[in-house]
T-cell receptor, first 110, second 113 residues
Framework: DQQVKQNSPSLSVQEGRISILNCDYTNSMFDYFLWYKKYPAEGPTFLISISSIKDKNEDGRFTVFLNKSAKHLSLHIVPSQPGDSAVYFCAASRPNDMRFGAGTRLTVKP | NAGVTQTPKFQVLKTGQSMTLQCAQDMNHNSMYWYRQDPGMGLRLIYYSASEGTTDKGEVPNGYNVSRLNKREFSLRLESAAPSQTSVYFC????????????FGEGSWLTVV
């Protein structure tokens, strides 16, 4: 069963605009949520996270929003840059259990 | 800053052959993980080790074995490789107080023919 879902396999945006990547989860026991970024032929790298006790966390151009009642989180990138083009994985975790979504490929066009 | 190092980076196996993927981390992390990545499936947990001397099954453990050799090293073994095990394998680690953030190696591309 896929407990973390990213329903958009790909997203294309213009440079300078906002990118919004979405993620849904099913298990209410998850208490920490993360976004990872992956370039081809490299391992995923940590981008930003949010605890279940918060609804927003911001780090520079990246903001993660959490809606616990809807079991939904999103990653906003603004302004988007060509270097942001990568696959983004959403993850939900509890102790010793981290589940990932299938990923969304973001393409930022110059 | 090596972080998480895994070897080999590429490997081609014949069906039925065995091999071991090696992983080491230099961040003094307690927990280590093995994931596989397949198209459209995201990252799926194969096995994890919460601390030295312990290992537990993840989502997709069948066909694999692991060894937590010491705090630094966590190996993944395929005893009899099958084409369904063609995938990209990632080792990862995390420590206490890191907010559950895990850090990944660069990946090992395995093809079973």
């Amino acid at each position: 069963d896929q407990q973390v879902k990213q329903n958009s396999p790909s997203l294309s945006v213009q440079e300078g605009r906002i990118s919004i990547l979405n993620c849904d989860y099913t298990n209410s026991m998850f208490d920490y949520f993360l976004w990872y970024k992956k370039y081809p032929a490299e391992g995923p790298t940590f981008l930003i996270s949010i605890s279940s006790i918060k609804d927003k966390n911001e780090d520079g151009r990246f903001t993660v929003f959490l809606n616990k009642s809807a079991k939904h989180l999103s990653l906003h990138i603004v302004p988007s840059q060509p270097g942001d083009s990568a696959v983004y994985f959403c993850a939900a975790s509890r102790p010793n259990d981290m589940r990932f979504g299938a990923g969304t490929r973001l393409t930022v066009k110059p | 800053n090596a972080g998480v190092t895994q070897t080999p980076k590429f490997q081609v196996l014949k069906t039925g052959q065995s091999m071991t993927l090696q992983c080491a981390q230099d961040m003094n992390h307690n927990s280590m993980y093995w994931y596989r990545q397949d198209p459209g499936m995201g990252l799926r947990l194969i096995y994890y080790s919460a601390s030295e001397g312990t290992t537990d099954k993840g989502e997709v453990p069948n066909g694999y074995n692991v060894s937590r050799l010491n705090k630094r090293e966590f190996s993944l073994r395929l005893e009899s490789a099958a084409p369904s095990q063609t995938s990209v394998y990632f080792c990862a680690s995390s420590g206490r107080g890191s907010g559950n953030t895990i850090y990944f190696g660069e990946g090992s591309w395995l093809t079973v023919v």
